[in-house]
Structures are given as structure tokens and as C-alpha cells.
């Protein structure tokens, strides 16, 4: 987590700053040092301009089994990030663990953290991940209307 690494909490360290800011998501609000903003506010944006974001990294097994799964089971068409091949991942992954999200893949939908692994093969044994992914607008419902 952002807040217990030794080199943030150190006031000799150059970017600390005994200044911290809030970051707040719908269900909750965080406290997080005042140069991690920035981070925070990148994670919002990447997470808010597609309907299906994982942040994953490239040797995880799981998060390609989920990926896989999206695509073969729902035909959803997830934006992926791969920390350890991406500017500044470990801060982003650090962020991540900010909001919650201890291990990847770190999954949102419709801009809400869902979960990782575990909670995705969950809510897809319980029916639940279909129509979040239909209310987020990552799946499209085809209608199919018979004339009697």
C-alpha cells in the first residue's frame, strides 16, 4: 500500500511533503500522500475512457484466463494494461493497491473496480457479470422480435 512504503514515510525523502490530499471514488475516500494525485488521477482516466479496463501484467496467468474468458464467453472487448510493460506501472500498481486491489488482474467496469480474479469468476458463476458488463455498455443486447 501507498501509505506503509518506508520511502514515502521518510521526511527526509525529496518528493514528501507533510501535505496530503483526498482522493475519492463513489464508495469510498481515501487519504494518499500529496504527490500520488497524479497517479490517482491517470488510474481514473484510464479506468473511465473504456467500458472494460484490466490492469494486469503480461506473466499473469490468471488475468489472461479472464481475458480469455471475456472475449470467447461475452464477446467483450476488454482495454488491457500491462504494468510491468507500461510508464510508471509500478506506481500505478501501487495506486491500485490504494483503491483496494492488492493483486492483478485488478478488473473495472463501467469505471468501478470490480475486483480481480476471483471476484469476476464469481460474479460470472452467479449470472451477475453479464448484466454489468450490458449496464457499463460493454455488451450489446440484440432483440430479436417474431411478428405472430
Known sequence: MILSNPMYNSLSHPHFKQQTNTYTTI??????PYFSVQIMDRVKRMVSERHVVIFSKSSCILSHTII??????FGVNPTVYELDEISRGREIEQALCGLGCSTVPAVFVGGE???????IMSLQLKMGLKPMLIKAGALWVRLIIYNT
Open 27 to 32: 464508495s469510498k475516500t481515501y487519504l494518499i
Open 68 to 73: 480469455k474468458s471475456l472475449y470467447s464467453d
Open 113 to 119: 473496480l470490480v475486483g480481480g480474479a476471483n471476484e
